[in-house]
């Protein structure tokens, strides 16, 4: 894999742009580094708010979104896909490539592999937000659905909180909760299939679905407990209720 330029600005050469593939992503950005690289940058005073809005361009059979970010070092932009219809297939409901362009020449720098990225970027944001919010001693965490967001969300939490022993897994395909639940004790975590209801004796809970309604009872949180709602870019998706928000 060819390296990025050490300085931007530096020029590319012609064909040498390097697929970083999502095994890649994996190897080179473990989850600790990437909430602690989010953590720098926006110590260092980038604003998610003033970044470009993202784009939604409805296609047929679903939605092209494309997500622009720069910064004085480097440009890009995400181009992803949303396929409801994809379930039925076997296939992702969301794929994408990220495309990194050098900020000063915006020459190519490399195409990176989106949803790895996406199953990387966004778990690390809950993970720094929980990282400040959640109890220190924090021991059991609830996650809500069983794609590569709720996976991303264990390693996160994880990567936080080392006292993690117990994971609750709540989602309505009884295998896929089934098989969640062992990959989490092939990690050497405990782990089981709950309900909606055991909110109540979680320290953290991650919503990784794209609801349209509340998962659960706003009131049945602890009050110590910290929660990560991802939802989706739908202004119609919603995973936690107004008694929650008015808690929080």
């Given amino acids: 894999m060819k390296a990025f330029p050490s300085h931007p600005g530096q020029p590319a050469q012609p064909g040498t742009t390097p697929h970083i593939d999502a095994a890649a992503v994996a190897r080179l950005v473990p989850m600790s580094a990437a909430v602690d690289a989010l953590e720098s940058v926006l110590l260092a005073g980038l604003d998610p708010e003033a970044e470009t809005p993202r784009g939604v361009v409805e296609v047929p059979g679903g939605q092209l979104l494309l997500m622009p970010s ?30 990194l362009l050098d900020g000063v020449t915006h020459a190519p720098l490399a195409l990176l592999d989106g949803i790895a990225l996406t199953s990387l970027r966004t778990p690390a944001v809950s993970g720094l937000a929980i990282r400040h919010l959640a109890v220190p001693e924090a021991e059991r965490l609830l996650v ?56 109540a004796h979680a320290d953290v809970i991650c919503c990784c679905t794209t609801a349209r309604e509340p998962l659960f009872d706003g009131t049945l949180v602890p009050d110590h407990a910290a929660v990560a709602a991802v939802g989706s870019h739908e202004p119609d998706a919603r995973e936690v209720d107004a008694a929650l928000v008015a808690r929080a």
């Fill in 144 to 199: 809500f659905g069983t794609g590569p967001q709720a996976w991303g969300h264990v390693e996160a939490v994880r990567a936080v909180r080392p006292g993690l022993r117990h994971v609750d897994v709540v989602a309505r395909n009884a295998e896929r909760v089934a098989a969640f639940a062992d990959r989490c004790r092939a990690e050497g975590l405990s782990a089981s299939a709950a309900t909606a209801g055991d909110v």
């Fill in 70 to 99: 720069a910064t004085a070092s480097y440009t890009g932009v995400k181009i992803a896909t949303v396929t409801p219809g994809n379930a039925d297939r076997g296939l992702p409901r969301i794929q994408g490539l990220y495309l």
